[in-house]
C-alpha cells in the first residue's frame, strides 16, 4: 500500500514539474513574442541623411534642343576623270595640303609624246601662217591661201589645249586646301574613271544639319545663337550660328531641316560625328527651378520630397510626453497609501482602549504598545509617499528642459509633393506649380523615403556637380 501511494506520490511530481517546465516555456515564448511585436511596433526608424537645396528665381535660357550630325563645309572624296596606272603618290595620310597641291600622278608618257608633236605641227602651222601674211601683204599671194593658213594654225593651236588638258588629267590635284585622310589606292594600281582615291576635308569650319519640329519652327531664325555639345556629355563647349532654314517642312515627318556653322580651330569636331544642338533663345527672369535629381517620376505623376520642420503639435505627444508617463504612473501608485495616513486616525481607537484599560487598572507600558505598534505603518506609509513625490519631482523638473533643448534643433521630416514639371536645361527643371520660392527640396538620397520621414541634411557633396569639380573646389 505504502509503495502504491510513493508510486502515485512520483507521478503526481513528475506531472507537475512537467507541467511547470511546459508552462514557463510556453510563457517565456508568448512574453518573448509580446516583447519583440511591442519593440517593433513602438520602434521609429533611423533619421535618412540627404542632400537639400533651396528654391529661388534665377534667369533661365530656353531653348531648341535637337540632334544633329556634323560635316565639313568643303570636303569632298576626290576621284580620277581618265584610266592610267598610279605613278606616284605624294601625300601621306592626315597631311594638310594647300589648294592646287598634287595628291596623284598616272602614267602620261604617252600623252606627253602626243603633245610635243602637235606642238611641233603648231609651231609649223604658225610659220605658214606668217609665211602666207607676207605674201598677201606683197601682192603674191592669194586670200584662200591666207585663210587656209590661219585656219591651220588655229586648229593646232586648239589640238595643243586639248592635248595639254589631257596631260592635266593624269594628275589629281587638291581643289581646296585642307587635311586629306587615307589614301585608297596603291602605286602601280590600275585606275578606272571615278575610282576614289581619298578623302579631303577643311576642318577649320564645320557645318551641322540638324531638324526641329514644325512647332517650333517660328522660334527660330538666321543668326541665332548655337551651342553644340558631344555625345555622353553635358557642356557645351561649341559655339555657332543658324546659316539657313529650309522654307519647306517634310510632309511625311513633320520636321524642317536646319543648318549652323561652326568655327573649329582646335580640330575637336570631325565630319559625321553625332552632336547635341541646343539652339539658345532670348532669357527669362524669376524661374524656379530645381536639379533634375530631385524630380521624381512614377505612374501617379511627378512628385518631389519637401524639407519642413515638425510640427510642434505632433512633436510633443510623440517625444517629451512618452518620459512624462512614467512618473506619472510612478505617481498614481505611491497614492494609494495615503489612505494609509488614515489608519494613526484609525489607530485612535487603539489609543483610546488602553485610556479604558487605565481606568480598569491596566498596565501603562502594555497600553503604550498598541500605540506605538499602530505608528509604525503609519511612518512606513509616509515614506513611500515622501519618495514617490520626490520621484515624480524629479522628471517633472528635469523634462521641460529637454524640450527647450530640442527646440532648438527642431527635428525635420519629409513632405511629399506633386508637381508640374516644365522645360529642361542642362541638368536643370523647370517647375511650373506645386513649388514656391524659399522651399528646401531634397536633391539626393530619395531611396527608401516616404512621406513624413525623419531626416538629417548633409550638403557637404552636391550631386548636381561632377565629383572632379567638387574635388578642386575642396
Known amino acids: 500500500m505504502f509503495k502504491r501511494i510513493l508510486r502515485v506520490f512520483i507521478v503526481i511530481v513528475v506531472l507537475a514539474v512537467l507541467v511547470i517546465v511546459v508552462g514557463g516555456i510556453v510563457g517565456f515564448n508568448f512574453l518573448r513574442d509580446n516583447g519583440i511585436k511591442q519593440y517593433f511596433a513602438t520602434m521609429k526608424p533611423p533619421a535618412a541623411t540627404v542632400s537639400t537645396t533651396v528654391a529661388k528665381p534665377s534667369n533661365w535660357t530656353p531653348g531648341v534642343e535637337a540632334i544633329g550630325t556634323v560635316r565639313a563645309v568643303r570636303g569632298v572624296d576626290l576621284t580620277v576623270e581618265t584610266a592610267g596606272i598610279v605613278k606616284e603618290i605624294p601625300f601621306h595620310a592626315n597631311q594638310k595640303v594647300a589648294a592646287n597641291a598634287v595628291l596623284l600622278q598616272l602614267d602620261d608618257a604617252v600623252e606627253r609624246a602626243d603633245l610635243d608633236a602637235q606642238k611641233a605641227q603648231a609651231a609649223l602651222d604658225q610659220t605658214t601662217l606668217t609665211r602666207a601674211v607676207e605674201l598677201t601683204k606683197r601682192g603674191v599671194g592669194s586670200d584662200s591661201t591666207l585663210d587656209t593658213a590661219r585656219a591651220a594654225a588655229s586648229a593646232s593651236a586648239s589640238q595643243v589645249t586639248r592635248l595639254q588638258a589631257v596631260l592635266d588629267q593624269k594628275q589629281l590635284t587638291a581643289p581646296f586646301a585642307g587635311t586629306v585622310g587615307i ?104 524661374v524656379l527651378s530645381l536639379p533634375q535629381t530631385a524630380l521624381t517620376t512614377s505612374l501617379y505623376g511627378d512628385y ?125 527643371v523647370e517647375i511650373i506649380e506645386g513649388l514656391k520660392a524659399g522651399d528646401e527640396v531634397v536633391t539626393a538620397g530619395q531611396n527608401r523615403l516616404f512621406n513624413g520621414m525623419t531626416v538629417n541634411v548633409d550638403n557637404t557633396i552636391d550631386p548636381t556637380k561632377s565629383a572632379n569639380k567638387q574635388a578642386d573646389q575642396q
Not at 552632336?275 to 527672369?285: A, C, F, K, N, Y
Not at 486616525?345 to 487603539?350: E, N, S, V
Open 183 to 286: 589614301p585608297r589606292i596603291d602605286l602601280g594600281q590600275y585606275l578606272a574613271p571615278g575610282t576614289a582615291v581619298v578623302t579631303l576635308q577643311d576642318l577649320d569650319t564645320m557645318r551641322v544639319d540638324f531638324s526641329v519640329p514644325e512647332q517650333q519652327l517660328p522660334l527660330l531664325k538666321i543668326g541665332q545663337t548655337v551651342r553644340l555639345g558631344l555625345g555622353g556629355s553635358d557642356d557645351m563647349p561649341f559655339a555657332g550660328a543658324i546659316r539657313g532654314i529650309d522654307p519647306k517642312i517634310d510632309p511625311s515627318s513633320r520636321l524642317v531641316n536646319i543648318r549652323a556653322e561652326v568655327a573649329n580651330p582646335e580640330g575637336k569636331l570631325t565630319p559625321g560625328q553625332f552632336v547635341q544642338v541646343r539652339v539658345e533663345l532670348p532669357e527669362e527672369q524669376n
Open 304 to 428: 518631389i520630397f519637401m524639407v519642413e520642420p515638425a510640427k510642434p503639435a505632433g512633436a510633443a505627444p510623440a517625444q517629451p510626453a512618452k518620459p512624462d508617463e512614467k512618473p506619472a504612473a510612478a505617481t498614481d501608485k505611491p497614492a494609494d497609501p495615503k489612505p494609509a495616513d488614515a489608519k494613526p486616525a484609525d489607530a485612535k481607537p487603539a489609543d483610546a482602549k488602553p485610556t479604558d484599560a487605565k481606568t480598569a487598572d491596566a498596565k501603562p507600558a502594555d497600553a503604550m504598545k498598541p500605540a506605538v505598534d499602530a505608528m509604525k505603518p503609519a511612518a512606513d506609509a509616509a515614506k513611500p509617499a515622501d519618495e514617490a513625490t520626490a520621484d515624480a519631482a524629479k522628471p517633472a523638473a528635469a523634462d521641460p528642459a529637454k524640450p527647450a533643448a530640442e527646440g532648438d534643433k527642431p527635428a525635420l521630416v519629409l513632405s511629399q509633393v506633386f508637381v508640374k514639371p516644365g522645360r529642361r536645361n542642362q541638368g536643370m
